[in-house]
């Protein structure tokens, strides 16, 4: 009897779960499920096992996996639950529980990397329904808004073959940095491509753009990550037919999210995997002439997903407008979401700065924080304070600047430089600032 009525009570939560999949939350499985055949080939002790975790608790059943595929103590354990239903939010959360003193980052001294002052693009996906193909965006294919059971972090996920445009963005600036994250399936496979950033010399329509048999001149970035590492390749053909191509790869995590950067300034492109400068091509583009922006798939099999795309403009002269101007204004120092933790991708700017400072010993600085208007007023008031307040331990314990040329403070969302109502203005008015006193 007792078995009996197990069946039914799993029977009955079955149904629930396959009736939530039309809840309007798309959620994905990067690691793919390994017990399918297992499954249908359950002996009858193994049935009874089910029924003993059932006994235990249904709940136990469906523990969230952490990136590495953990859940618990079990290896096996590969359901992904539905998150919550809270909206999307950038990086003003209202929360300030995490604190630069518990998870500090290790800082590459080499990482040059700085993010242009004028956002021109940012499409994190916050307004776009999952399910749904971004409408300002174009596409040969198909895709679809999803998130992870990990997080609520909105990706955009790519099938293996197509064009996808960015409506709002066609010729690119001759100084430039654009930015992106990317993450793959356990089952990528490490055949043809990844996703390609192609840059090619400007034309009517992108979508007609021909991989394989145009003769264009172009610069082409492709990052292709696997299960416990990432690929990447550069190509680049110039006007006079000159071409150029380099390969390389790096270990990760196991289905790391990884941030990829570029950086043009004028014919020379610096590309980044995380904090680490991958390729310098002094010559990359052509100097004579205009270039449009697409992105292409091109891989095998498994599944591929980007998000948090920043195209910004600029040449940042650090040094120059903290010295001679009295201010600078950034919006390439960011953190973890709804904390004062430092990305990693911050120390390119930081670095700068600290050298300002160490080049001019008597200047003395006041660091302010600045949020978006997303989240609690008074708790965006808190964690502007406390990520300026992280900004003046990183210069001094990484950087070896003396606190006691600095003194911190935090504006929240009190003074926006841009409206909130957008993705861009908001990227814009999350920004830290120096003053000279």
């Known amino acids: 009897m007792k078995k009996t009525f197990l069946w039914m009570l799993l029977v009955v939560f079955s149904c629930e779960v396959f009736a939530q999949e039309n809840v309007g939350k798309r959620v994905i499985q990067r690691s793919k499920d390994q017990t399918t055949n297992r499954v249908e080939n359950r002996s009858e002790q193994g049935v009874d ?52 003193n518990s998870a500090r980052k290790s800082v590459n001294s080499k990482f040059d990397f700085v993010s242009g002052e004028k956002v021109i693009a940012y499409d994190n996906f916050e307004r776009v329904s999952l399910g749904d193909f971004p409408v300002d965006w174009n596409t040969n294919a198909t895709g679809e808004v999803v998130l992870f059971d990990e997080d609520d972090t909105k990706w955009l996920y790519l099938p293996n073959s197509g064009h996808f445009i960015p409506d709002f963005v066609n010729r690119v600036p001759q100084n430039f940095t654009l930015e992106f994250n990317i993450t793959v399936s356990e089952d990528f496979s490490n055949n043809m491509g990844g996703f390609k950033s192609i840059f090619v010399e400007e034309m009517s329509d992108r979508m007609a753009y021909d991989l394989h048999f145009g003769g264009y001149p172009q610069v082409i970035v492709d990052a292709h990550p696997l299960a416990n590492e990432i690929m990447y390749s550069f190509y680049s053909k110039s006007s006079t037919g000159t071409e150029i191509q380099n390969r390389g790869q790096r270990d990760g995590d196991f289905l790391a999210i990884y941030r990829i950067s570029m950086w043009r300034q004028g014919t020379r492109l610096r590309v980044y995997v995380d904090d680490n400068k991958v390729f310098d091509i002094p010559r990359a583009f ?28 600029g040449d940042p002269d650090t040094r120059s407008k903290l010295i001679t101007e009295g201010r600078f204004v950034t919006n390439s120092i960011t953190f973890d979401s709804g904390s004062d933790v430092l990305k990693t991708s911050s120390y390119g700017v930081l670095k700068e700065i600290a050298e300002t400072l160490q080049q001019n010993p008597t200047v003395r600085v006041q660091i302010f924080g600045h949020t978006d208007s997303d989240g609690s007023e008074k708790l965006n008031l808190e964690l502007s304070k406390k990520r300026a307040e992280a900004v003046k331990k990183a210069l001094t314990q990484d950087f070896g600047i003396d606190a006691s040329r600095m003194e911190t403070d935090g504006k929240g969302q009190s003074q926006p430089i841009a409206p909130n109502t957008t993705s861009e203005g908001k990227a814009q008015n999350r920004r830290v600032e120096f003053v000279k006193i």
Do not use: H
Request: overall charge negative; aromatic content about 10%.
């Open 286 to 313: 052509s100097p004579d002439l205009n270039y449009a922006l697409l992105f292409m798939t091109n891989y095998w099999s498994g599944d591929l997903f980007v998000s948090d795309f920043k195209l910004a403009e």
């Open 49 to 100: 096992g089910a029924l003993n975790k059932i006994e235990e608790g249904i709940g136990s059943l469906f523990r969230k996996r952490d990136k590495k595929g953990n859940a618990g103590s079990s290896q096996e354990d590969n359901t992904w639950n539905e998150p919550n239903n809270q909206n999307n939010q950038s990086n003003e959360r209202g929360s300030t529980t995490n604190s630069g």
